[in-house]
């Protein structure tokens, strides 16, 4: 087989999965749009109920909402070595926050902060797994706050019928990934590679410490919002149980290639908090709140961000 037909086989590989990708948000979008019409009436009354919400709760919302920036810029310092402008770095990951709404399955934050990582000098393979290393130390994060509040707030579910699904459902995962990267050679090098990576960066406890206690911050402060939302809005719902419903939402959302998980994550997050108690038009008003704050209000001045930092040669 020539070079130019296994080329030409990539490309076509590549071309699909593209278009199966673009399907399946195109779905999900199409989708969210029908809930959306049919639940029109509670959609406004949910707007109208976000509109007459307190608005220290909300003030506090916004706060939380721009240090999530923040503690996304001190979880990408501690993924690498190499030091890294600070300033440049935060407006990286506003901009970053704002292609990640346009782009699927957070295909705009990874290319934004990739652009950004081989600009500060570090090559395109240590920037890939730089982002591979924030990425996961972000999924095990939630993971681990899930089960610690799923054991702290028994009340919720009963733990007898949850934990040992969780017990069980660890090492089915854990032993599908180790055999996966034993059958697959290539999989191998990337994961040697990573593992490298990672143990140079645990070799500094100060960038350990970014890494994890940033990626820790990052998901609580999330999680900080829609209960500061939630407040505003009058529910008296326990903060574990709001937290957890984030939690699960987030990571159901992340099953969908949406564009910043919309449809999906909005879907979710409404059913989480009303498993968690909510009435339904307050848990749309809710999850109202929580996208204008994280995703919509900050769109614009975002992409203005984005736009400057590749002028300036930053991206």
């Given at each position: 087989?020539?070079?130019?037909?296994?080329?030409?086989?990539?490309?076509?590989?590549?071309?699909?999965?593209?278009?199966?990708?673009?399907?399946?948000?195109?779905?999900?979008?199409?989708?969210?749009?029908?809930?959306?019409?049919?639940?029109?009436?509670?959609?406004?009354?949910?707007?109208?109920?976000?509109?007459?919400?307190?608005?220290?709760?909300?003030?506090?919302?916004?706060?939380?909402?721009?240090?999530?920036?923040?503690?996304?810029?001190?979880?990408?310092?501690?993924?690498?070595?190499?030091?890294?402008?600070?300033?440049?770095?935060?407006?990286?990951?506003?901009?970053?926050?704002?292609?990640?709404?346009?782009?699927?399955?957070?295909?705009?934050?990874?290319?934004?902060?990739?652009?950004?990582?081989?600009?500060?000098?570090?090559?395109?393979?240590?920037?890939?797994?730089?982002?591979?290393?924030?990425?996961?130390?972000?999924?095990?994060?939630?993971?681990?706050?899930?089960?610690?509040?799923?054991?702290?707030?028994?009340?919720?579910?009963?733990?007898?019928?949850?934990?040992?699904?969780?017990?069980?459902?660890?090492?089915?995962?854990?032993?599908?990934?180790?055999?996966?990267?034993?059958?697959?050679?290539?999989?191998?090098?990337?994961?040697?590679r990573a593992?490298?990576?990672?143990?140079?960066?645990?070799?500094?406890?100060?960038?350990?410490?970014?890494?994890?206690?940033?990626?820790?911050?990052?998901?609580?402060?999330?999680?900080?919002?829609?209960?500061?939302?939630?407040?505003?809005?009058?529910?008296?719902?326990?903060?574990?149980?709001?937290?957890?419903?984030?939690?699960?939402?987030?990571?159901?959302?992340?099953?969908?290639p949406t564009?910043?998980?919309?449809?999906?994550?909005?879907?979710?997050?409404?059913?989480?908090?009303t498993a968690?108690?909510?009435?339904?038009?307050?848990?749309?008003?809710?999850?109202?709140?929580?996208?204008?704050?994280?995703?919509?209000?900050?769109?614009?001045?975002?992409?203005?961000?984005?736009?400057?930092?590749?002028?300036?040669?930053?991206?």
């Amino acid at each position: 087989m020539t070079v130019a037909t296994v080329s030409d086989s990539v490309t076509v590989t590549a071309g699909r999965r593209h278009y199966v990708r673009l399907g399946i948000t195109l779905v999900v979008l199409v989708a969210a749009g029908a809930m959306l019409v049919a639940h029109r009436a509670t959609l406004d009354t949910g707007t109208d109920q976000l509109a007459a919400a307190d608005g220290e709760w909300l003030v506090l919302a916004c706060f939380a909402t721009l240090a999530t920036w923040v503690c996304a810029a001190v979880a990408q310092q501690g993924a690498v070595v190499e030091r890294l402008p600070k300033g440049r770095l935060v407006a990286a990951q506003f901009a970053a926050c704002a292609a990640n709404h346009i782009l699927p399955a957070g295909a705009g934050a990874s290319l934004v902060n990739l652009r950004f990582l081989t600009r500060c000098g570090l090559s395109t393979r240590r920037s890939a797994t730089a982002l591979a290393v924030k990425a996961s130390v972000g999924g095990i994060v939630r993971c681990v706050l899930g089960v610690v509040l799923l054991v702290a707030s028994a009340g919720t579910v009963p733990l007898s019928v949850r934990v040992p699904h969780v017990l069980v459902l660890v090492p089915v995962v854990a032993a599908a990934v180790v055999l996966a990267v034993v059958a697959s050679g290539r999989l191998r090098r990337v994961v040697g590679r990573a593992v490298t990576d990672v143990r140079e960066v645990h070799r500094s406890r100060g960038r350990a410490c970014a890494l994890w206690g940033g990626s820790v911050a990052f998901a609580l402060l999330h999680a900080g919002v829609v209960v500061a939302v939630v407040r505003a809005l009058g529910l008296a719902l326990p903060t574990s149980h709001v937290v957890m419903a984030y939690l699960v939402a987030s990571g159901a959302a992340a099953l969908l290639p949406t564009p910043g998980g919309l449809g999906s994550l909005d879907a979710a997050l409404a059913f989480a908090l009303t498993a968690a108690g909510a009435p339904g038009q307050t848990a749309i008003s809710a999850v109202i709140g929580y996208r204008l704050l994280t995703g919509w209000l900050p769109m614009a001045p975002g992409l203005l961000v984005l736009g400057l930092l590749a002028r300036r040669s930053a991206l």
